[in-house]
């Protein structure tokens, strides 16, 4: 009997039809890399239908956490619905909605996001223009923590300093109810500054875009701090393909019970949703 592990690809991004092309352009011009594809469902779906094999073994990405950021307040709601309807349409995708520091009725907005069925709110400071430790955030965090919506943080940037690890590290200690994903492994390439964050229950990372530049030590050195339950698979998609990511992954030679932690049941438990 085939062995099949499943994959829950935590870090996607998917755009309307009409916009896609003109935001993988943007996208790929402010970090100045090419895009592996542009972020229509179709395509994200193309990735789904995909059977990755390896030693025998059939890796399978099952479910896949979508979000897209509004880079100005009035995009919030649209991107919200949109969101929402493709969570509605296919149940192999999770939402996770977005809010932006100018939605002054930010209640509203979160009580929104929960009645779309979304699990979570994702902020990209460095589009929104705000650091994730302005004071004018914090009731944003606090009535996201009351309300129990975990926040999916970008997370450092060669350019810009709106989302360093040390900002980061302010909010978790300031509202240490608020559970968190930092992506990119808490800070793309500021590796020590990311290490330097406070183990917490409420703090998880996801490993997108990372793993083509992480030394495997320091990877390993994260697990160890952090503890491996803590860590998500994500892609960023369409910024890469999640299966090239998934090969680098492999060849770090997780025992199981850790790589089917990493690529699937942590944010299983994290998400609080059953098998299927």
């Avoid at 296919?90 to 979160?110: A, D, Q, Y």
């Avoid at 409420?202 to 030590?217: E, G, T």
Wanted: hydrophobic share 40%; with cysteine.
């Amino acid at each position: 009997m085939k062995k099949i592990i499943k994959i829950i690809d935590a870090h996607t991004h998917v755009f309307p039809d009409k916009i896609a092309e003109k935001c993988r352009i943007s996208v790929g011009t402010f970090y100045d890399l090419p895009m592996y594809t542009s972020g229509t469902i179709s395509e994200l779906e193309k990735i789904r239908n995909i059977h990755f094999m390896q030693d025998g073994i059939e890796y399978r990405i099952a479910r896949q956490l979508i979000c897209s950021p509004a880079v100005t307040a009035s995009q919030t709601y649209n991107i919200n619905r949109f969101i929402s309807e493709q969570v509605a349409a296919n149940r192999n995708l999770l939402g996770f909605g977005t809010l932006h520091p100018e939605n002054e009725n930010f209640e509203e907005v979160i009580d929104s996001i929960i009645d779309m069925n979304l699990c979570g709110i994702k902020f990209h400071s460095d589009f929104q223009h705000f650091n994730i430790d302005d004071k004018c955030m914090y009731p944003i965090y606090e009535y996201a923590a009351k309300k129990k919506l975990p926040v999916l943080f970008h997370m450092g940037d060669k350019k810009l300093d709106y989302s360093s690890p040390c900002r980061l590290k302010r909010v978790l200690e300031d509202i240490p109810e608020l559970r968190v994903i930092a992506a990119h492994m808490g800070g793309y390439s500021r590796w020590n500054e990311a290490f330097s964050l406070p183990a917490s229950d409420n703090l998880y990372f996801d490993i997108s875009s990372y793993l083509s530049i992480i030394p495997k030590k320091i990877f390993f050195d994260f697990l160890e701090r952090f503890g491996y339950s803590h860590f998500f698979f994500g892609s960023d998609f369409p910024m890469w393909n999640p299966y090239e990511m998934l090969k680098i992954l492999l060849k770090y030679q997780l025992d199981e019970t850790m790589l089917c932690g990493i690529t699937h049941d942590n944010f299983m438990k994290f998400i609080n949703i059953e098998e299927e």
